[in-house]
């Protein structure tokens, strides 16, 4: 072991437990700390002014996002039932009400990255259609459906790196208005995304290592052709505020739903992180639209804790779960990322509550529980957020008047023969 590594495990005892892919929560001690911050609620607002100028050509190409006039959300479901089953597995009460966030039925990728990775698709096509087109703000957006749009952004290119998820909507979105799409997957990506993207008249490209590789080559591959955007999942902005943008939707959804966020009301929102893109710009719209009693924990495998790592060593994307000795290994698609984003750690260094690890396992346990009891499918690392509510009640207290809401981060386009399978995996588990 490196002697710098060495160093880490003395500074911060709990990494040790790490490196032995043991389970931990850990309490962000620079949380609710002063912090100038860069962006601000004002950059989510233009985020959400910018989805909704797009709602008319939402609509025009998914016909899926019709019933709710363009915008692309989802529900937040109570989840009774499976309140039980949680209470019986962990032999807990939970006192407070239980949740889900159910984005994996958003439309277009059935993830939760139909948020960011939509947004920043938008987002450049309204630039080229405003300066090389003749697009107004004012304009009725569907025009840019039109064939002559379409030949205008066929000379754009749209380039990610991704483990599946984000490639899945991003080349959908960037495909729907005609761009020259490419996606660059990591060896771990499932084949039927790989399929379903090939279909959809996106290329492709394989990449025999991890997510960090296929983003790295797909970053110096975009970077040689002047009209290709590159989306980048190590640093977005605009993917950060396109996923921020939900707390505005949530605000609204807890209020028709009469649940009450405040000092008495503790609001804990699990978010299962990969590169830290999603939760953190989930998490910063909470606590800028919410206030400070919106709190997230951030959960990862025990295999790949890499946004923990980065933000408990302060160290962010300059260290990998490598430099800990682990191995990087998980069957939750979308959380085998050995480093952390740029932009996340530091920005969540005074807005995270907290970060609990857990065992693949547990995934396909509560997957299992859930469709059970709820009937709802979702896809492994989806059923994470269930991890974190344990650690949160022994560090935070079980209050009768929280709300938790386990975010549910993808699963619907998921095909029958692997959704068995997932849920047999589960099934197997819990009847030991
Ligand atoms: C991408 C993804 C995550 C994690 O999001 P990051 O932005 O990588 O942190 C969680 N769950 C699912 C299903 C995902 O696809």
């Known amino acids: 072991m490196e002697t710098a590594t060495k160093q880490l495990l003395q500074t911060y005892p709990i990494l040790q437990k790490m490196s032995r892919y043991e389970k931990i929560f850990w309490k962000n001690p620079h949380d609710q700390e002063h912090e100038e911050l860069p962006f601000s609620q004002a950059s989510i607002f233009d985020a959400a002014a910018r989805w909704d100028r797009f709602a008319p050509y939402l609509e025009t190409v998914f016909p899926e996002t019709r019933a709710a006039h363009g915008m692309i959300e989802s529900p937040l479901i109570p989840i009774p039932g499976m309140k039980k089953a949680w ?3 962990n032999q807990t009460r939970l006192r407070g009400d239980l949740f889900l966030k159910a984005d ?15 947004y920043e698709v938008l987002k450049f096509a309204e630039k080229v259609a405003l300066s090389a ?23 754009y290119g749209i380039a990610v790196g991704s483990t599946g998820n984000l490639g899945l909507s991003i080349g959908t979105a960037a495909a729907s208005f005609g761009f020259r799409t490419t996606v660059h997957m990591s060896a771990d ?3 039927w995304k790989k399929d379903l993207l090939r279909a959809r ?6 990449h025999p290592g991890d ?19 590159f989306i980048d999942d190590e640093s977005s902005t605009d993917l950060f505020l396109g996923y921020a943008v939900a707390a505005i939707r949530l605000q609204k959804q807890l209020k028709d739903q009469h649940i009450c966020v405040d000092a008495d009301h503790p609001l804990f929102v699990y978010l299962p992180a990969g590169v830290g893109g999603s939760p953190g710009g989930v998490t910063f719209g909470l606590k800028q639209i919410l206030g400070p009693h919106g709190h997230s924990i951030f959960v990862e495998p025990t295999h790949v804790p890499s946004v923990t790592l980065g933000m408990i060593t302060g160290l962010n994307e300059t260290i990998s779960v490598y430099d800990l000795g682990l191995d990087g290994k998980t069957r939750a698609d979308g959380l085998a990322v050995a480093r952390p984003s740029a932009l996340v750690g530091r920005v969540m260094r005074t807005l995270l509550t907290g970060a609990a690890t857990f065992d693949d396992q547990e995934l396909f346990r509560y997957l299992a529980l859930l469709a059970d009891t709820q009937h709802l499918f979702v896809e ?21 008047q929280a709300t938790h809401i386990v ?26």
């Open 407 to 432: 975010w549910a981060t993808g699963g619907s386009l998921v095909p029958e023969t692997e959704r068995k399978q997932d849920y047999q995996t589960g099934k197997k588990l819990i009847n030991g």
């Open 380 to 400: 492994p690392s989806a059923a994470a957020g269930f991890t974190g509510i344990r650690p949160v009640l022994d560090a935070f207290g079980n209050s009768d």
């Open 133 to 155: 087109g003749d697009l107004t703000f004012m304009d009725d957006y569907s025009v840019l459906a039109s064939e002559r749009y379409r030949r205008l952004f066929s000379q």
């Open 211 to 229: 997510f960090t590789e296929a983003v790295t080559k797909g970053r110096a591959q975009a970077a040689a052709d002047p009209k290709t955007h």
């Open 104 to 118: 994996h039925l958003l439309p277009v990728s059935g993830s939760i990255k139909s948020r960011g990775g939509i």
């Open 87 to 89: 209470e019986a597995e």
């Open 189 to 191: 990506a499932r084949q």
């Open 201 to 206: 008249g996106v290329t492709v490209i394989e």
